[in-house]
């Protein structure tokens, strides 16, 4: 007589839930990959987590396809591999593991960071968490799956839940003043076009093969990019609006591409009037455009429908 079969239970799915949430890179896109400082902030009005189905289908069954891609990505990575239990990842998928998450695809708000920082967090073996330089570095070659190249400050926020300046030598966590405490509004304009980050990053990066395109953005962009930054970091809102406006018009000058033609008549308008000043958020092409202007604005008058950050 054959003994019976013994059908073991599964492995319950061991995750965090943790929320990873949307950043918001204020400063040095694009311009951080040639040399210019970076401020980036998590922005906690979108965030995804990881969950578990048996039964997927729709958005979920999608996200655990493409966590599978990734997986096998990060497999065959020479570097990433020893740094993420890719077994228990698999293992996961294979048992319903999707993201959950209500960050903007194509927006500028850092969605693959946040899967990125998902994914390290649960799944990272053997990493320094005081190294931030090394975790980033970690975090870039996981989002390098989507974009190709990126330079892991978008990820490192989410990863953190922590506003983050890098330079050349360092990265760290800082501190920033809160929007609502600032002499200045800042805002969110909705381009109504999601746009691909690795089209934009590319065009940046054949731009610049451009040696008077280079040369330009050197000696202006970056200059201005690293002033405002420390003009934030500083609360100082007069010398900070106008380096936003002198951005705003190399940005315009330099990579119109960048800004969709639903929006060049309204960003002339803000350099012109003075009452606002816009710039790409992310990647550019479309999603979200930031805004600044005087707290005596109210740029929902402008724009009707924008996000104000608090």
């Not at 958005?59 to 599978?68: F, K, P, R, T």
Request: proline share 4%; net charge neutral; with cysteine.
């Amino acid at each position: 007589m054959l003994a019976p079969e013994i059908i073991m239970p599964k492995k319950k799915i061991e995750i965090s839930h943790r929320f990873f949430y949307s950043k918001l890179l204020l400063f040095g896109e694009h311009t951080v990959n040639l040399g210019s400082a970076g401020l980036a902030l998590p922005l906690n009005l979108f965030e995804g987590f990881f969950e578990k189905r048996e039964m997927l289908s729709g958005a979920a069954m999608a996200s655990n396809q493409s966590l599978e891609l990734l997986a096998n990505y990060i497999i065959f990575h020479p570097k990433l591999s020893k740094f993420i239990d890719t077994n228990r990842l698999l293992s996961n998928i294979e048992d319903g593991l999707y993201f959950n998450s209500n960050i903007p695809q194509g927006y500028g708000l850092g969605s693959s960071g946040a899967l990125a920082a998902a994914v390290l967090h649960n799944y990272g073996i053997g990493v320094n968490e005081k190294n931030f330089s090394a975790i980033k570095e970690i975090l870039a070659d996981i989002e390098s799956y989507y974009h190709g190249k990126s330079s892991g400050l978008d990820a490192l926020v989410s990863y953190t839940n922590s506003s983050i300046y890098i330079t050349k030598e360092k990265t760290e966590k800082v501190t920033t003043p809160a929007f609502n405490k600032m002499d200045l509004k800042f805002f969110l304009v909705d381009t109504g076009k999601a746009r691909n980050t690795l089209t934009y990053v590319n065009l940046f990066l054949k731009k610049s093969e451009d040696s008077n395109f280079l040369k330009q953005v050197e000696k202006s962009l970056v200059p201005t990019v690293n002033l405002c930054i420390s003009y934030f970091i500083e609360n100082d809102a007069a010398n900070l609006l106008k380096s936003f406006a002198i951005l705003s018009q190399h940005q315009l000058n330099l990579m119109p591409e960048f800004i969709p033609e639903s929006m060049k008549i309204l960003w002339q308008q803000g350099l012109k009037s003075k009452q606002f000043y816009l710039k790409i958020c992310g990647a550019g092409g479309g999603g979200f455009m930031l805004g600044v202007c005087p707290q005596t604005v109210n740029p929902e008058d402008i724009f009707g429908k924008c996000l104000v950050l608090r």
